[in-house]
């Protein structure tokens, strides 16, 4: 069974840019989460989405956004870049009808640089 | 809000000698625990996770942790270390219906020959 891809791998953009990151889960996972990994602040929760809905939201401004479609892919956007949205942005998927009790399966990560 | 605290920043083992990374978590209700490997531009790979039950979890490569709720400890243990097991390790919590993890700030493991 094919792994969580994510796309495209690295990406620079500089500032005041927006950006758009996908995620395709493994199949049959329908929950989708994405993590924000940088030096400073370590992982830190985004959102989660299962079939379609945002069931939970992390501690970011409103500049970052997701949605996941009916096949379960999902995409997280980041409008009007900041130096301090450079970071490693993870995808995880699970089959999760009931949240963390699900093993979550995290990709490989898109590199972010914003200069 | 729940929490995790890796107070090991880094470690270097020799190469065969026994690792144990400590992990403290602050949660109200009964934790889901876990234990992630992240090697170099790699994603995190699951070791192991604690629910309920046993107390003491195994996990892939030889790894086992031990809850211990009296000290809201759940560390990680390998007795041999082998030089692919250099890499970043977070621990993390989560709660049931709950639907994201809390990670701690991770410990870098480096194996010396």
């Known amino acids: 069974k094919a792994g969580v891809t994510q796309t495209p791998r690295y990406l620079i953009k500089t500032r005041g840019q927006q950006v758009t990151l996908s995620c395709s889960p493994i199949?049959?996972?329908?929950?989708v989460s994405w993590y924000q990994q940088t030096p400073g602040q370590g992982l830190q929760f985004l959102f989660e989405?299962?079939?379609?809905?945002?069931?939970n939201k992390g501690n970011f401004p409103g500049r970052f956004s997701g949605r996941q479609f009916s096949n379960s892919r999902s995409e997280m956007n980041v409008s009007t870049l900041e130096l301090g949205d450079s970071a490693l942005y993870l995808c995880a998927s699970s089959l999760a009808p009931s949240g963390v009790t699900d093993t979550q399966y995290f990709g490989p990560g898109t590199r972010l640089t914003v200069l | 809000a729940q929490s995790v605290t890796q107070p090991d920043i880094h470690i270097t083992v020799s190469e065969g000698a026994s690792l144990e990374l400590r992990c403290n978590y602050s949660y109200g209700a009964t934790p889901y625990l876990f234990w992630y490997v992240q090697s170099p531009g790699q994603g995190l790979q699951l070791l192991l996770k604690y629910f309920s039950g046993d107390t003491l979890v195994q996990g892939i490569k030889g790894f086992e942790a031990e809850f211990k709720r009296s000290q809201s400890s759940f560390n990680l243990r390998k007795p041999s270390v082998h030089w692919s097991d250099a890499a970043e390790y977070f621990c993390?919590?989560?709660?049931?219906?709950?639907?994201?993890?809390?990670f701690g700030a991770g410990t870098t493991v480096t194996v010396r020959a």
């Open positions: 989405y299962f079939s379609e809905t945002q069931r």
């Open positions: 199949s049959g996972h329908r929950s």
């Open positions: 993390a919590v989560g709660a049931e219906d709950d639907y994201k993890l809390s």
